[in-house]
């Protein structure tokens, strides 16, 4: 009997949902957590024309989920070239001539101390202020402007004399022009939602759940990535522990409210986590115990609370982290994982939380669908029955083999009926 695109809906999301609740599922799902250039790379299309052209990229990806029998409708990560090149983003470069890369090239993040290290403190003191005033200047050329007048705070504008004065300081042309850059960066962004708003109704009036709304990073990472760089926070960790810390407890506050606001905005109960600087080597475990862990697990335990399931995808070796990962809400969390000891994972966190992943990219870009059938079983002969989804380290990669992606598929329908 054929199904309803509602009941389809219905029986994927109830199936995702098993497995997160370590229940047994109908089926082990593939799930891509997302994907970048994969879908329009196999079509031919150049990373540049992907970057720039979002209903090319949002209808690529509504193709792949078709073709290689994906679960939900995945995001693509991709990140909309126009909106970086609307305020002359220095921290994002991307494929093409205005973007600094190659046509075929990924996006890639330009990691600096963009906040130094004697400046932390004054962004605990202020951090609106000294967001507006110093770092969103660093960010983009456009907005170069918005350093340059210095304003006074805003509750200094509650009345309507001061007001006047505010409207003169708007005017200001180098004011004026960052502001400009931001209505442009408001009209790029609703190019891309558009295309993205489409391709979620059409997946919906298929019978496909989205993957996620949004996505979020844990405090540590906000600071070390976009403040401090890797280098600048290590170095913070020694010279400056309790400054680093202050910074860490005062974006959790805005990680909090963004968690809130996206899922307000967008009605979807699950969240991405990407995870940057929480893996083994990047610190030790009574650091992480220090730094990342407390804000991580409070962002966990904020989102069970909220009835929102956390999507942290643990970038890198957590081999060394499972003990501390035995501590989160068990039944909770879709736990992502990029390279773990399998079989340790199982032991320590088997009755936490359900394993997501992690057919390497190595089998999905040079090996053979054989191969990858191989990873797949081991995959199912150990989480299948405990609680598991079907996907490559961090969704799929941007040059996997066609026949390599369709062997997971294949895999899954030959040994994945539980």
């Known amino acids: 009997m054929t199904q309803t695109p509602e009941e389809l809906y219905a029986q994927r999301e109830q199936r995702f949902n098993d497995v997160v609740a370590l229940k047994k599922p109908d089926r082990v799902p593939i799930m891509p957590l997302y994907v970048h250039n994969f879908p329009t790379l196999i079509k031919g299309v150049s990373n540049k024309d992907a970057g720039y052209d979002h ?28 909106f970086f090149a609307s305020f002359g983003c220095q ?48 960010m983009g050329s456009k907005l170069e402007g918005l350093g340059q007048i210095p304003l006074p705070p805003l509750y200094w504008f509650s009345n309507s004399y001061y007001l006047q004065v505010l409207g003169n300081m708007l005017g200001i042309p180098p004011l004026k022009a960052a502001l400009q850059a931001m209505l442009d960066m408001a009209e790029a962004q609703e190019k891309t939602n558009a295309a993205n708003g489409k391709y979620l109704q059409e997946m919906k009036d298929l019978g496909y759940p989205p993957t996620w709304g ?17 280098r600048g926070s290590t170095l913070d960790m020694f010279r400056q522990p309790d400054t680093l810390l202050q910074a860490v407890d005062v974006m959790q506050e805005g990680t ?20 940057h600087k929480g893996a083994g080597g990047f610190m030790s475990n ?20 909220a009835g929102i399931t956390p999507m942290p995808l643990f970038e890198g070796d957590y081999t060394p982290r499972l003990e501390f990962l035995a501590e989160l809400p068990p039944g909770k969390v879709a736990a992502h994982f990029d390279r773990i000891d399998r079989k340790k994972f199982k032991e320590v966190c088997g009755d936490t939380m359900c394993f ?3 057919v390497p990219s190595s089998l999905l870009v040079t090996g053979t669908p054989q191969q990858v059938k ?17 996907d490559g380290p961090g969704g799929i990669p941007d040059q996997a ?16 009926a539980l």
């Not at 205005?98 to 990691?111: C, K, R, S, T, Y």
């Open 286 to 305: 009574e650091q992480f115990a220090k730094f990342y862990w407390p804000t991580f697990r409070a962002l966990i335990e904020e989102c069970v609370a």
């Open 214 to 230: 949004a996505a979020l990073m844990p405090a540590f990472d906000a600071v070390s990535d976009t403040f401090r760089s890797l």
């Open 356 to 358: 997501w992943g992690n």
């Open 374 to 390: 191989d990873d797949v079983k081991e995959l199912i002969d150990l989480f299948g029955e405990t609680g598991l989804i079907i």
């Open 91 to 138: 921290q994002m470069m991307w494929a093409g001539e205005e973007g600094g890369l190659a046509e075929d090239a990924p996006h890639q993040w330009v990691e600096d101390d963009y906040v130094k290290a004697d400046e932390l403190a004054e962004f605990i003191a202020d951090p609106n202020g000294f967001t507006f005033n110093k770092i969103f200047p660093r």
């Open 256 to 275: 909090i409210g963004l968690l809130h606001a996206a899922f307000a905005v967008t009605g979807i109960p699950r969240q991405f986590i990407p995870m």
């Open 401 to 416: 083999k066609p026949e390599n992606v369709e062997a997971l598929a294949e895999a899954v329908e030959e040994f994945g």
């Open 55 to 82: 209903e090319l990229r949002w209808q690529s990806t509504k193709e792949a989920t078709l073709r290689f029998g994906w679960n939900f409708a995945p995001t693509n990560d991709v990140l909309a070239s126009d």
